[in-house]
């Protein structure tokens, strides 16, 4: 059992049984007419969603309830499920604004390409099912047998695609929030769950049918499997493997990230492992095994993604030079950085707080800029917290891992030079850069101190009796 899962007393909900019911079940039978209405009188693509988003949920609660009950705050449950509704109603305006404002994007390419697939799977017919160049790279292509696959168990609907892409990335969100309790266990959980269920653009970008969603979910699973690594938990190979290759089958670069990350994270565990944890050297082996692994795989995939014979650091600031010449353009264009160290420091904050009020010259770009001007109003103020990150780097590698890959992020993406393009891939440093906002708040004062430390100690005695059960 994790130190984490320990029961622990809660306050009673307050609410009753009887009472749920008598909310519910007119809102069941209202649901079910609504159904048999939108049955008769609207498509597929309207009545598929409606019975799918029920059968998610259905699915998905008795596993967020269950996870819940190990958790310190009595809401959680609630919280996780409220969390999911409202992240497979965001498919809704997501989808509105695919269809309806722009009429195009690539979810609508996926979608058409997908029910070309579904019937030779239908069939089991998987030739098609071929990752290769095609003109638009594999990347594309693996999404476009993805959204086959998924058409093919839920039927044709494309905003009933958009919802289960939504609900893939709600999972991935779900694997963020499990790495931050192992990862920082004292941290402020309901701090980081409302940041990381309820930002708007976590909720609104990976919400349809695209690489954003996808990457939210082998991203959070390839995270827990590196905190799991992290902290000599059993199950990490799992998750690290199949995460990566999910990672690897659409944006490899984004492997380099993870291994950086994980990479340096665990040479810092290693260095106070002697202090905390005594390790068998058998497992040592097997987790740099596994980075070294990963390592190799992730930057051969990313040579033959960019089509690139040798990956080095010439090629790399090459193909991001490339990258921000080709997005300088579509109405949203701004000047970016240089790839320097010196222009680190603007490239963070370009990534993860542009637009500013005085750059807006549309509506998306003033939803982004009031929501970047609100994170960094949060970055500030969260400042007594970070300035516990020195003496949390040897005990807590994870936050080594977030930094790491948030700075590496921002040095990768800083060259998409069109604000438009970065509000929807920035939604995957998010995850990992809100961690960093939810570190506790330093205690104050010789008492309080005194029993920081106590408690340190106790939890160093309860980490190693249970790693010394697992061995």
């Given at each position: 059992m994790d130190p984490d899962d320990t029961p622990r007393q809660r306050a009673p909900s307050g609410v009753a049984p009887r009472t749920v019911l008598i909310v519910l079940l007119p809102l069941i039978v209202a649901y079910a007419a609504l159904f048999t209405w939108a049955m008769q009188r609207t498509s597929y693509d309207v009545w598929g969603a409606l019975w799918l988003a029920p059968v998610l949920i259905i699915i998905s609660a008795p596993i967020l309830l269950r996870f819940a009950k190990g958790e310190p705050h009595a809401w959680a449950g609630q919280f996780l499920v409220l969390a999911l509704v409202l992240k497979l109603l965001f498919a809704l305006p997501r989808y509105y604004m695919v269809a309806s404002v722009y009429e195009r994007g690539d979810a609508l390419r996926y979608s058409e390409v997908g029910k070309t697939l579904r019937p030779y799977f239908l069939s089991l017919d998987f030739s098609v099912a071929q990752l290769g160049d095609r003109g638009t790279g594999t990347g594309t292509r693996f999404v476009e047998i993805v959204t086959g696959i998924v058409y093919a168990i839920t039927g044709p609907s494309v905003i009933g695609g958009f919802m289960f892409f939504s609900w893939l990335s709600f999972w991935g969100l779900y694997f963020f929030y499990r790495a931050f309790r192992v990862g920082i266990p004292d941290g402020d959980s309901k701090?980081?769950?409302?940041?990381?269920?309820?930002?708007?653009?976590?909720?609104?970008?990976?919400?349809?049918?695209?690489?954003?969603?996808?990457?939210?979910?082998?991203?959070?699973?390839?995270?827990?499997?590196?905190?799991?690594?992290?902290?000599?938990?059993?199950?990490?190979?799992?998750?690290?493997?199949?995460?990566?290759?999910?990672?690897?089958?659409?944006?490899?670069?984004?492997?380099?990230?993870?291994?950086?990350?994980?990479?340096?994270?665990?040479?810092?565990?290693?260095?106070?492992?002697?202090?905390?944890?005594?390790?068998?050297?058998?497992?040592t082996l097997v987790g740099l095994a596994l980075i070294g692994g990963i390592t190799l795989l992730a930057i051969r995939q990313v040579s033959a993604f960019f089509g690139i014979d040798e990956f080095n650091l010439d090629t790399a600031t090459d193909t991001?030079?490339?990258?921000?010449?080709?997005?300088?353009?579509?109405?949203?264009?701004?000047?970016?950085?240089?790839?320097?160290?010196?222009?680190?420091?603007?490239?963070?904050?370009?990534?993860?707080?542009?637009?500013?009020?005085?750059?807006?010259?549309?509506?998306?770009?003033?939803?982004?800029?009031?929501?970047?001007?609100?994170?960094?109003?949060?970055?500030?103020?969260?400042?007594?917290?970070?300035?516990?990150?020195?003496?949390?780097?040897?005990?807590?590698?994870?936050?080594?891992?977030?930094?790491?890959?948030?700075?590496?992020?921002?040095?990768?993406?800083?060259?998409?030079?069109?604000?438009?393009?970065?509000?929807?891939?920035?939604?995957?440093?998010?995850?990992?850069?809100?961690?960093?906002?939810?570190?506790?708040?330093?205690?104050?004062?010789?008492?309080?101190?005194?029993?920081?430390?106590?408690g340190r100690r106790r939890q160093r005695v309860t980490d190693y009796a249970v790693a010394a059960t697992r061995q």
């Open positions: 701090r980081y769950a409302l940041l990381l269920f309820l930002l708007p653009s976590m909720l609104f970008w990976p919400s349809s049918i695209g690489k954003e969603a996808w990457m939210t979910l082998v991203l959070g699973m390839t995270t827990y499997g590196c905190v799991l690594l992290l902290a000599q938990r059993r199950g990490a190979s799992v998750y690290i493997v199949l995460g990566m290759a999910g990672v690897l089958a659409v944006r490899p670069h984004m492997a380099l990230l993870v291994v950086a990350g994980l990479t340096l994270g665990y040479v810092l565990r290693r260095g106070s492992s002697q202090r905390a944890v005594r390790l068998s050297k058998f497992r991001i030079e490339q990258s921000g010449d080709r997005t300088a353009d579509g109405g949203s264009e701004f000047e970016g950085g240089g790839s320097s160290l010196r222009d680190l420091p603007m490239n963070v904050l370009t990534v993860l707080f542009r637009p500013f009020a005085f750059e807006v010259n549309n509506i998306q770009a003033l939803l982004a800029a009031l929501e970047g001007t609100m994170l960094l109003l949060l970055f500030v103020l969260s400042l007594p917290r970070l300035r516990t990150i020195p003496r949390r780097l040897r005990s807590q590698p994870y936050i080594t891992y977030c930094i790491t890959y948030t700075i590496l992020f921002c040095y990768l993406f800083s060259s998409f030079q069109n604000f438009g393009i970065l509000a929807r891939q920035r939604v995957l440093v998010f995850p990992v850069f809100l961690a960093l906002l939810a570190l506790p708040l330093p205690t104050t004062g010789p008492r309080r101190s005194t029993g920081q430390q106590n």
